[in-house]
């Protein structure tokens, strides 16, 4: 996980994630979540979502999946809106 975060500022100086929402299934929640920045050597600004399904066990984080898509996400833990 560190060395995913390094890559991203080393490519993105100012990437910045924003929580726009989240969704509680008890031991899983579902965030979107906004990422923007600028790259470091082209200047190109990039903003995308994704939508993070995020699992924990006896109050501890134990992974989380990103998805392209909210249904993916809420398919992947099986719920629907």
């Known amino acids: ?38 790259g470091a050597t082209s200047g190109l600004e990039i903003e995308q979502t994704t939508w993070q399904v995020t699992r924990f066990r006896e109050g501890r984080m134990t992974g989380f999946t990103a998805y392209g898509s909210r249904a993916a996400a809420l398919e992947a833990v099986d719920a629907r809106e």
Do not use: C, L
């Open 1 to 38: 996980m560190r060395r995913y975060i390094d890559a991203a500022f080393s490519i993105f100086p100012d990437w910045h994630p924003r929580v726009m929402r989240t969704i509680d299934y008890g031991d899983t929640v579902v965030a979107e979540i906004r990422m923007a920045g600028r």
